[in-house]
């Protein structure tokens, strides 16, 4: 016989398992404060969280995942192939064998790592390195099209997690982390 607590526990987990997955949530720049949330909550030492602004003709949001320690989401595309772009945020990330280029204006306040792997087919990584976090880019196109990259990133974005602890502190709501009290456990 299974003891009511572990059952209890057992139920409240199996509740609680796709709020934390959150797949499919799509992540626009502009909405969604529960997906923010839960991404803040995976990685809370993390100042910036990726977000996507807008998709160009042919792009499709892929969906998304939410652990503890990592956000994912990815990118479709007619072109470049399902999930041609994926998109995670972790706590720090290695860039061993990446070369570090200048940022664009809109990603101030983040240190740029590009590393090609191939050309035919189209692959490469891009990492962003920030306070608290890394954002890398998988780019793995079904073609050579390495034009199709510049589509993608004018659709990738951030946004600012202090921007979403002062959001839901007006809400009357707290959420631990960078730019907010420590998350129990020193998180």
């Known amino acids: 016989m299974i003891p009511r607590g572990v059952l209890a526990l057992a139920v409240a987990l199996a509740a609680f398992a796709p709020a934390c997955s959150a797949a499919d949530v799509r992540p626009d720049c502009r909405g969604q404060e529960a997906v923010f949330t839960l991404a803040a909550q995976a990685v809370p030492s993390a100042t910036l969280l990726p977000c996507l602004d807008s998709l160009l003709t042919g792009w499709e949001f892929g969906g998304s995942q939410i652990v503890d320690g990592a956000f994912r989401f990815w990118l479709g595309s007619d072109r470049a192939g399902f999930q041609a772009v994926g998109v995670e945020l972790v706590a720090e990330c290695d860039v061993t064998g990446a070369v570090e280029v200048v940022p664009s204006p809109d990603e101030a306040g983040t240190r740029r790592f590009e590393k090609p792997l191939s050309l035919a087919p189209f692959a490469a990584d891009r990492y962003y390195r920030f306070p608290g976090g890394c954002v890398e880019l ?47 456990g020193g998180d």
């Open 138 to 184: 998988e780019y793995r196109f079904g073609s050579d099209d390495s034009t199709l990259v510049l589509e993608a990133d004018q659709a990738i974005s951030f946004r600012s997690r202090h921007e979403l602890v002062d959001r839901l502190e007006d809400e009357e709501l707290v959420l631990c982390g960078a730019g907010a009290p420590e998350c129990p």
